[in-house]
């Protein structure tokens, strides 16, 4: 197997605060170590990219020192926490960006799907769109026409097809904007996280449409995912980005249980997750004590606060517990399932209880939901949590389900416990 790709010390740098590279004074002194011959001075400075962190200098490394190559029709997981710098990476090898130092070699052509509806005009058809984004990609008008029925088959938004994309759903933008790149036949394709906003069903097609291009044509596939599930299934090497720098690269499954073992710290999360009219605010795992050193004896409490400007009447406030890979265990909901009647302004906790010995030995990861059905959700995966659930004496994985009458389902228990505003 030949190299494809091979990223050389690629660092990228940005300014704090600023667009572009920061003051006219900065520009300047650029331009005078040039001419000098001599190293950009701003190239000795910059912090490490920790989003967690208080920012302390002016500039920032978003990537440093990054070095791997892929090999043709190699599946690369890019995995790590928000922040870490896999789409920034992503955008360097697309050629979006420049890095700052290093050197990027590629052979052959390369389809990106970054950003949901990136290269897209909302007033144009989905038709319309598909000749445009794949004029961009590099596709003739021949090659379009010559696959444009298999496109918009992929997709499945055929009855939509000649209606404006302004109307489309996140999801169908998703669609097509990968069916377009797919079906581009590259040697090197590139997705981000955005299938995450795609349905199940277009999951399952996408990331066979990825094994066929791989497996079956032998074209290269770069693909960052917080599902470990489908990184595994779908990618044979792996990188961990972690702050801006590349913590493992080598064989997938070394990568994924790197991640998740570094997950297992976090019990609480506080921040700002959603917009103007809903905000999660906190989240928290503990036992009845604390968060750490949870046991599959202990009751578990999931702690929710948020803040609303408005009144809300149908509004869904959830968690979702999942395997360390991924797959779901168990779903808490709170909604007009439990006779919620409306919720005035202000600010709310919400808790929800797992009873003992329902969760087994092993790690989990934990999203948080806030929405209104048919309409918007408003939190994403940046206040999620993992944890890591640890065996009390000789029960070690068993579960004891009959102990407990409340049980209702495995998918969908009624364990939530209280709302109260605070």
């Given at each position: 197997m030949s190299v494809i790709l091979k990223a050389e010390n690629i660092s990228k740098q940005y300014r704090l605060?600023?667009?572009?590279?920061?003051?006219?004074?900065?520009?300047?002194?650029?331009?005078?170590?040039?001419?000098?011959?001599?190293?950009?001075?701003?190239?000795?400075?910059?912090?490490?990219?920790?989003?967690?962190?208080?920012?302390?200098?002016?500039?920032?490394?978003?990537?440093?020192?990054?070095?791997?190559?892929?090999?043709?029709?190699?599946?690369?997981?890019?995995?790590?926490?928000?922040?870490?710098?896999?789409?920034?990476?992503?955008?360097?090898?697309?050629?979006?960006?420049?890095?700052?130092?290093?050197?990027?070699?590629?052979?052959?052509?390369?389809?990106?799907?970054?950003?949901?509806?990136?290269?897209?005009?909302?007033?144009?058809?989905?038709r319309e769109n598909i000749f445009m984004n794949g004029a961009v990609l590099g596709m003739t008008k021949s090659e379009i026409k010559a696959k444009l029925d298999e496109i918009i088959a992929f997709s499945g938004c055929e009855m939509y097809i000649d209606t404006p994309v302004k109307r489309y759903s996140s999801g169908m933008k998703v669609r097509l904007g990968f069916a377009v790149a797919a079906h581009l036949e590259p040697e090197i394709l590139v997705v981000d996280e955005v299938l995450a906003v795609g349905d199940a069903e277009f999951q399952k097609k996408a990331i066979g449409k990825m094994n066929q291009l791989s497996k079956g044509e032998g074209r290269t596939v770069l693909f960052v995912s917080h599902n470990m599930s489908s990184i595994s299934s779908l990618c044979t090497k792996g990188i961990l980005l972690q702050n801006g720098q590349m913590n493992l690269a080598g064989n997938i499954n070394d990568v994924v249980?790197?991640?998740?073992?570094?997950?297992?710290?976090?019990?609480?999360?506080?921040?700002?997750?959603?917009?103007?009219?809903?905000?999660?605010?906190?989240?928290?795992?503990?036992?009845?004590?604390?968060?750490?050193?949870?046991?599959?004896?202990?009751?578990?409490?999931?702690?929710?606060?948020?803040?609303?400007?408005?009144?809300?009447?149908?509004?869904?406030?959830?968690?979702?517990?999942?395997?360390?890979?991924?797959?779901?265990?168990?779903?808490?909901?709170?909604?007009?399932?439990?006779?919620?009647?409306?919720?005035?302004?202000?600010?709310?906790?919400?808790?929800?209880?797992?009873?003992?010995?329902?969760?087994?030995?092993?790690?989990?990861?934990?999203?948080?939901?806030?929405?209104?059905?048919?309409?918007?959700k408003y939190t994403s995966n940046i206040s999620s949590l993992s944890f890591k659930i640890s065996s009390e004496g000789s029960y070690g994985n068993r579960f004891f389900l009959d102990r407990h009458t409340e049980y209702s389902s495995l998918l969908r228990p009624n364990w939530f416990e209280k709302i109260e505003r605070l």
């Open positions: 605060g600023t667009v572009g590279t920061g003051t006219l004074s900065h520009d300047l002194n650029r331009w005078w170590h040039t001419i000098r011959g001599r190293e950009d001075p701003y190239l000795q400075v910059g912090g490490v990219n920790d989003r967690s962190a208080k920012a302390t200098e002016d500039y920032v490394w978003a990537l440093r020192n990054i070095n791997f190559e892929v090999q043709r029709g190699e599946v690369l997981g890019i995995i790590g926490k928000n922040g870490a710098g896999k789409s920034t990476l992503l955008k360097l090898l697309s050629r979006v960006t420049s890095p700052t130092t290093g050197s990027i070699k590629t052979k052959g052509r390369i389809a990106s799907l970054l950003e949901i509806g990136t290269g897209f005009h909302p007033e144009l058809t989905g249980n790197c991640y998740l073992s570094s997950n297992n710290a976090a019990a609480q999360w506080e921040g700002r997750d959603g917009d103007t009219e809903i905000q999660l605010l906190k989240t928290k795992i503990r036992n009845n004590t604390s968060g750490k050193n949870l046991k599959n004896s202990d009751t578990i409490w999931i702690e929710m606060e948020f803040l609303t400007v408005k009144e809300l009447k149908d509004i869904v406030i959830g968690v979702s517990i999942k395997s360390a890979t991924g797959n779901p265990i168990i779903g808490l909901l709170y909604n007009d399932y439990n006779k919620m009647t409306g919720i005035k302004p202000g600010r709310y906790k919400v808790l929800f209880k797992v009873p003992p010995y329902h969760l087994a030995v092993g790690d989990y990861n934990s999203d948080f939901n806030l929405s209104l059905p048919n309409v918007k």
